[in-house]
């Protein structure tokens, strides 16, 4: 008998796992197959490919973002959850009691043994509740990964850019100190043979120191933004990193109200609030059906060993001669199944709560996507705003650089005086710093368009299908 329970017992193990292997076979989920692995290689402290281009950039935090890999390393454990939900609930409890008992009969022993197995069942559809509830969480998994993804790359392409207009700038004022200085040889030039006094050449000197110290902050503030771009691309950059990439005053080419659809579509934000509305429903379902009452059957042998020996019937006046011995065994199988009371009235406060998460989640969702309309509409207001002004000083950046250098030559030759030429020059570097002003407030509200919408602004303008 006992063999017999051992077998039944190894036969449901077997099924056990067998079920767990096929639910693990067919409970792909919709998103990144494995996101472990397809971050790519972990490759912290490696060495940054020079220059920098922004899809280096990108490769590096999908490689390496620990904020990604958290979010890869959760949606695993999602994705293992609801592969093992669908398994049945083998969960068997064994039994096994024995008891000695006095004499019968005279000296006569007893020996009693019970042997038994008991099974939960899931009854009312438990078990794909179970599963819809584990696969729901899972695809939410799927949606913060992919929501944590586009995050991470938004700011990467808004620090490259802001890092590379910081380059950009540094090299603007690299080139007005180079003109400068040739100023300042020109005018000491001019001290040495007394064409002019001391204190008249001091001014060109002066006018340098004024552009070095720009120099000086632009260069202090392109190191910042390089630490910025490493926080974002979850790398420190080594200072000697030169970024590669074009500034190009891009306009929006859509209207306000397809952008803010765009956005509402497509954004991460609104993907994960769906996905945990469908989640919170699965949770309301399986509330409803963990209210119904949990069926246990129970197997069980029961098993009496009776002896006699020929003292048990002496002075029996039925028994003629007397026995010498006997002995009997019974086996009595038993079936029963057993529920819980009351019947009707379980988890009546979880189906409360999850209804209410269901309307909780409705109104983040209805409320997500006012914050974006409102969102988006601000930053696409911006932009165009920016985008104008940006546009007016690169239409006269050209002609002012030429300038300069005209003004420098006349000034080297003789053919001004010092008071023309720093007066003229003022008012061409005063609009050049005038566009690099403009620039910055062109990339930072380029940045939160890129932002507000989820995408970059090339797939904006071609409606995200790009």
């Not at 620990?66 to 039994?95: C, H, K, M, W, Y």
């Not at 409803?288 to 003292?311: C, I, K, V, W, Y």
């Not at 009546?348 to 409102?374: F, M």
């Amino acid at each position: 008998m006992v063999s017999w329970m051992t077998r039944w017992l190894a036969a449901t193990a077997c099924v056990a796992l067998l079920t767990t292997l096929v639910a693990q076979h067919s409970t792909a989920e919709p998103g990144p197959a494995d996101p472990v692995r397809s971050l790519g290689p972990v490759t912290v402290g490696a060495e940054i490919p020079q220059p920098l281009t922004l899809s280096d950039a990108l490769a590096i935090a999908r490689g390496v973002h620990p904020e990604l890999r958290v979010a890869a390393a959760n949606l695993t454990a999602l994705r293992a959850d609801s592969a093992f939900a669908r398994v049945p609930g083998f969960n068997p409890v064994a039994e096994f009691q024995s008891a000695r008992g006095g004499p019968s009969i005279g000296s006569g022993s007893e020996v009693t043994l019970d042997l038994g197995v008991s099974q939960q069942l899931e009854l009312w559809g438990k078990r794909g509740a179970r599963q819809a509830l584990a696969t729901a969480r899972s695809r939410t998994g799927a949606a913060e990964w992919r929501l944590k993804l586009q995050d991470i790359e938004s700011d990467v392409r808004a620090r490259f850019a802001r890092a590379l207009f910081m380059q950009e700038r540094l090299a603007t004022l690299n080139e007005l100190a180079g003109l400068d200085r040739r100023v300042v040889a020109a005018t000491r030039a001019r001290v040495r043979d007394g064409s002019m006094t001391p204190l008249t050449g001091r001014l060109t000197e002066l006018d340098l120191l004024r552009v070095e110290a720009q120099e000086h902050r632009a260069r202090a503030d392109l190191r910042q933004a390089q630490v910025a771009l490493g926080l974002s691309v979850g790398e420190p950059l080594p200072d000697s990193t030169r970024l590669n990439g074009t500034l190009a005053a891009d306009s929006l080419g859509q209207p306000e109200e397809s952008v803010v659809a765009l956005a509402i579509g497509g954004r991460g934000t609104g993907e994960v609030l769906r996905r945990r509305i469908a989640e919170r429903q699965a949770e309301l379902q399986l509330a409803e059906r963990e209210a119904r009452p949990d069926l246990t059957l129970g197997l069980g042998l029961t098993r009496e060993h009776r002896s006699f020996s020929n003292g048990d019937f002496t002075g029996d006046p039925a028994i003629v001669g007397g026995i010498a011995g006997a002995r009997t065994t019974d086996d009595l199988w038993t079936t029963r199944i057993s529920a819980p009371l009351p019947l009707w009235q379980h988890n009546q406060a979880g189906r409360a709560r999850a209804a209410a998460e269901i309307v909780r989640s409705e109104a983040d969702l209805d409320r997500d996507r006012l914050h974006t309309q409102l969102e988006v509409l601000g930053a696409v207001r911006r932009f165009q705003d920016a985008t104008v002004l940006y546009r007016m000083y690169l239409d006269r950046s050209t002609r002012v650089r030429q300038d300069l250098v005209l003004i420098r030559d006349a000034y080297a030759d003789g053919r001004i005086s010092l008071d023309s030429y720093l007066t003229q020059k003022g008012r061409l570097v005063d609009t050049l710093l005038g566009q690099l002003e403009a620039a910055g407030a062109y990339w930072d509200a380029r940045g939160e368009l890129e932002s507000a919408v989820g995408l970059d602004l090339g797939r904006i303008n071609a409606g995200g299908t790009r």
